[in-house]
């Protein structure tokens, strides 16, 4: 049975670091798109940043340059590495895993629905 569970979420100031652990069982990281989405209150939810399984990477605009998806496959960890954080960047954080994933990374971003496995969440909390 397919388990994933996110680890890494806090409060942190303006300016600030976390990084995000996603450890999977019972799928193998290597021949499953990945990918990394966020939902704040009221809002829908977006993806943030995709692991497609060509292995291209895509990231929101938001968070480019700031943001970084990175798996670890002999331990089935998928990891979000967040830097300047502020506070837009407020959400639950969930990781996403699917092993049949149609599209491109670049696609999969906007479609959190094409992704079959989710973890829990794990709540980001960024303060001024």
């Known amino acids: 049975q397919v388990r994933m569970v996110e680890s890494g979420g806090g409060d942190v100031q303006v300016g600030g670091s976390l990084r995000l652990s996603c450890t999977a069982s019972?799928?193998?990281?290597?021949?499953?798109?990945m990918g990394w989405f966020r939902q704040a209150p009221g809002k829908k939810r977006e993806g943030v940043a995709v692991?497609?399984?060509?292995?291209?990477?895509a990231y929101a605009d938001s968070v480019k340059g700031r943001f970084t998806i990175s798996k670890d496959n002999a331990n089935n960890i998928l990891y979000l590495q967040m830097n300047s954080l502020n506070p837009e960047d407020t959400a639950m954080y969930y990781c996403?895993?699917?092993?049949?994933?149609?599209?491109?990374?670049?696609?999969?971003?906007?479609?959190?629905?094409?992704?079959?496995?989710w973890g829990q969440g794990t709540q980001v909390t960024v303060s001024s």
């Open positions: 996403a895993a699917d092993p049949y994933l149609s599209l491109t990374a670049v696609q999969a971003l906007g479609y959190h629905g094409e992704f079959g496995y």
């Open positions: 019972a799928l193998d990281l290597d021949h499953f798109a």
């Open positions: 692991i497609d399984l060509d292995g291209a990477i």
